[in-house]
């Protein structure tokens, strides 16, 4: 064979590999999504709607899994991600509005919402209140009287501390019921699903969660009636019979934004390789399916889009809890 002839095929074999190479380098090796909870609840279910999109659509090399990473309601998570591995680009870490809310008030230790790489959006969700069908509450309204003429008759439980997002949903309700938020009742777990547990077992009245995890407790049967959800319109599907607050003359909106974000020292090329997978994913039958089946409402966003909404929302919420004097001068 002519040396020409070995140089072409030579060239021809190098660029046949490339593009399997470069596949492998880009591709994520062992896929895991970080749920910084327990088993249920909210941060389970946006690994859920990864893992199961990933798997559904093939964009993915090796299946991904789920690991739990209990504590601090994100902040465990968030440090471990930051401090031990910054630049695995293996990782994705389930984030919402809540995570939002405790970093705008330093509940993250020293680290910021500037600390990581914000990847992307898988849908949005809105606030609820939740009660056992046998409560005394039938309407918003009752629980509000209720509220406003006893306060230490409702307890409200929820998976997150004071100063969390379904705290502070609670701390609205009670000022709008003119009760100020100090002589509430509030009893605070670590998950969605040990708060929902609580409630079911009578040891708080009222549940706060977001209405997707309000959804999977009905399709999973449990004994509890949705009195009113925190958005703008009435939602589709399971709560279309549901109320808003503001129908029933409260005027509660909390949006909550669920997605993910990855260690601050991922390469830009990894990186852009999950920014472009989510990309894939918004657009695909399966990925609308799953979203919908969660409970979740459209919210595309990824890479720079996603950064500029979340540093804009920790700026906002670093105002609202300020107003609850949650913030130390």
């Not at 046998?134 to 918003?140: A, C, E, M, Q």
């Not at 407790?217 to 449990?222: H, N, Y």
């Not at 909106?253 to 852009?272: M, T």
Request: one cysteine or more.
């Amino acid at each position: 064979m002519s040396i020409i002839k070995k140089s072409l095929l030579s060239t021809l074999f190098t660029c046949l590999l490339i593009p399997s190479l470069a596949h492998a380098q880009k591709t994520p090796a062992k896929p895991e999504c970080i749920a910084p909870a327990q088993p249920g609840g909210g941060f389970d279910l946006t690994c859920r709607i990864a893992v199961n999109s990933f798997q559904q659509t093939n964009l993915l090399d090796t299946p991904m899994r789920t690991i739990y990473m209990p504590g601090g309601i994100g902040a465990v998570a968030y440090n471990n991600i930051i401090n031990s591995r910054p630049a695995d680009p293996n990782a994705i870490v389930a984030f919402s509005g809540g995570s939002l809310l405790n970093l705008a008030q330093g509940k993250f230790g020293k680290y910021s919402s500037k600390d990581v790489r914000w990847l992307a959006a898988v849908g949005s969700d809105y606030g609820s209140i939740v009660v056992k069908d046998d409560s005394p509450f039938k309407d918003l309204k009752s629980l509000m009287d209720t509220l406003s003429s006893d306060p230490s008759k409702v307890v409200f439980g929820a998976g997150g501390s004071v100063g969390s997002q379904d705290w502070m949903t609670a701390a609205l309700t009670a000022k709008a019921a003119g009760v100020d938020y100090k002589k509430m009742r509030f009893v605070a777990f670590e998950g969605g699903g040990e708060s929902a547990t609580a409630l079911r077992g009578g040891h708080v009245q009222v549940l706060i969660t977001g209405v997707a995890e309000a959804r999977g407790l009905i399709e999973g049967g449990a004994p509890v009636r949705v009195l009113a959800v925190f958005s703008d319109d009435r939602l589709p599907g399971v709560f279309e019979n549901t109320p808003t607050a503001k129908e029933q003359g409260y005027d509660i909106v909390w949006s909550i934004i669920r997605g993910f974000y990855v260690g601050p020292k991922v390469s830009d090329a990894d990186y852009n390789w999950w920014v472009n997978a989510f990309n894939e994913l918004y657009k695909t039958e399966a990925f609308r399916k799953i979203q919908e089946q969660q409970g979740l409402f459209v919210f595309d966003k990824t890479g720079k889009e996603l950064d500029d909404y979340v540093q804009a929302q920790v700026q906002r919420f670093q105002e609202l809890a300020d107003s609850f004097g949650l913030i130390k001068k």
